[in-house]
């Protein structure tokens, strides 16, 4: 009996199953004679799905296409984001009330018959941080900034895009390429960048080997140390820059190769390739810079046959005041010096200014640049022949 009592459950699991399974085979063939004789009746109409299009990526959001700011969380929701903001919004109103104060004592400062300039240039210093802490806590603030609608004539919006210039990776590239580059101390000593100078070329439409064809409209950015073909760089670049003074300073433009082959020396010599001075900039200034080529004109990179590859640099350098310097012509360009250059016109390397550099090798495109724009025979270079040390002792018997 025990056995028995122990086997029914298992018989009474079996038997039920297999009762399953019947009545489950049982309705599906129902299920499959209703469908045919449907069929046969009349004919099934496929139902049509309404397809929306889906967004692929994230819209686009810059001064041309603008966007406003929008809670993440309303009103009552998250009542310690609600306290924050109130928080934030207090102290603001407290530190513009300091700037008030500091305007008004810079004012009565600047009236008096002999102002201190140490005790104004201390007062002004203090008046930014204030206009940039009294409103970098804003949410909304940071996000426009974040997503390229700043506004330039703001001193906390110039602060927040100085900052992720700085600190997201975009000068530790551009240093690192100019140090691995050894632009850095082949053309300057010491670079010191105060300014997001970008350069942008044609676009490589498609390249076959033989035959380059460079896009006319379509420019993109050239990455700090990239190759470029010759092609690309047959028009002057655009330049843009994100400068973060205020006021309006003049630069000089420079652009250079330290590269170019010294035949008289068997060394290498500094051609200059591009000379704008007098360049005015400030925080509001339009990019790309306009007027940049009615000084000595752009001369396309012509890497030499034979060579290595080119480190084609673009330098823009602070001026102190308006420079009167003579235009450069095309046969006196070779052996130009930099720091030379600098000394003369009273240029100083550490007071910040912009940098950028490329790479190029010879191509097909070089020989059209010295017969059209050089107007001179394309030169062809060499390695140097190694010398046999033993080449006198060849062909001797050594030991007789």
């Not at 109409?45 to 603008?66: G, V």
Request: proline residues 8%.
């Amino acid at each position: 009996m025990l056995v028995l009592r122990r086997l029914q459950p298992r018989a009474l699991g079996f038997a039920r199953q297999s009762a399953t399974i019947q009545v489950a085979l049982a309705s599906t063939a129902a299920d499959t004679d209703g469908s045919q004789s449907q069929s046969s009746e009349e004919p099934m109409t496929p139902q049509k799905r309404q397809s929306r299009a889906i967004r692929t990526r994230r819209p686009r959001i810059s001064l041309q296409h603008p966007r406003e700011w929008n809670r993440p969380l309303a009103f009552g929701v998250l009542p310690a984001f609600d306290e924050a903001l109130k928080v934030i919004k207090e102290d603001s109103i407290a530190l513009k009330d300091e700037v008030k104060a500091l305007e008004g004592a810079i004012a009565r400062e600047k009236e008096t018959p002999q102002p201190d300039r140490h005790a104004l240039r201390v007062l002004e210093d203090k008046l930014r941080i204030l206009e940039v802490q009294s409103e970098i806590n804003f949410p909304q603030v940071r996000w426009k900034c974040a997503n390229g609608m700043a506004d330039m004539s703001k001193a906390v919006d110039r602060h927040l895009v100085e900052q992720r210039w700085r600190k997201e990776g975009a000068l530790d590239l551009l240093m690192e390429r100019i140090h691995q580059m050894k632009v850095v101390p082949d053309v300057l000593p010491d670079i010191h960048p105060s300014m997001d100078l970008r350069v942008n070329f044609p676009k490589v439409k498609s390249n076959t080997g033989l035959q380059v064809t460079v896009s006319k409209v379509v420019h993109e950015h050239v990455e700090p140390g990239v190759f470029l073909l010759p092609d690309q760089t047959v028009e002057p670049p655009k330049i843009y820059t994100t400068v973060f003074h205020p006021e309006e300073r003049l630069y000089t433009l420079l652009m250079v190769d330290p590269d170019f082959p010294d035949e008289a020396n068997q060394t290498f010599q500094m051609y200059l390739h591009w000379l704008q001075p007098n360049i005015p900039l400030s925080s509001v200034s339009p990019s790309p810079v306009p007027n940049l080529n009615t000084h000595t004109a752009y001369i396309p990179p012509h890497p030499q046959r034979g060579t290595t590859y080119h480190r084609y640099t673009i330098l823009l350098l602070p001026q102190h005041s308006r420079l009167s310097i003579p235009m450069v012509a095309k046969d006196k360009r070779a052996g130009f010096d930099v720091r030379v250059f600098m000394e003369q016109h009273g240029l100083d390397r550490n007071a910040g200014g912009g940098a950028h550099m490329w790479r190029e090798v010879w191509s097909e495109g070089v020989p059209a640049v010295y017969k059209d724009i050089l107007k001179t025979a394309e030169p062809k270079f060499g390695r140097m022949p190694k010398v046999d040390r033993y080449g006198d002792f060849r062909g001797k018997k050594r030991y007789v």
